[in-house]
């Protein structure tokens, strides 16, 4: 499948997120829990190491597998099979959760002033920050995609705004 969504079919627009965004998250988390722990413990003393960056991504980590697990558990089969009735509400809870992955990112780039690496930084640090980089603008790009695509379909109040 091209990285282009197909938005024309909300079922096949569920797959994929799941291919293109929830698997891709599944990976990129993990490994940057790894990296950032290692970076800020070899450069502790550091001016700019982004301490409690591995704590924060660690506990978005589990946010983040919980929302993932209730999309793929509840919504997205609920969606698949035409909607139904009520399906705004587990709508709304991803919506906060969305909210909450927001803030979330406005705190990792506060940490990492951007991220923006300092001078002198190592190799690992600077596949760290690309790496953020990375997960937050295809963070950013699920989200507007469920938010602004996917959602409004399934929202009587939107639809009657649309």
Known sequence: MSDEAPIHDAA???RYIET???ARHRQQLPALVEISAR???????????????????????????AHMRKEEMILFPAIRAGG?????HPIAVMRADHDNHEKEMADIRRLTNGPKLPE???????????????????????????????FPQFEPTRQANA
Not at 124 to 149: C, I, K, P
């Open 12 to 14: 096949e627009l569920t």
């Open 39 to 65: 970076v800020e413990m070899v450069h502790a003393d550091h001016p700019s190491v982004p301490a409690g960056l591995a704590e924060m991504l660690t506990h978005m980590l589990g946010a983040m597998e």
């Open 120 to 150: 002198d930084a190592c190799g690992s640090w600077t596949r760290l920050y690309a790496g953020l980089d990375e997960f937050m603008d295809d963070l950013q790009a699920h989200m507007d995609l469920e938010n602004n695509v996917l």
């Open 84 to 88: 139904r009735p009520g399906l705004e």
């Open 20 to 22: 293109r965004y929830h």
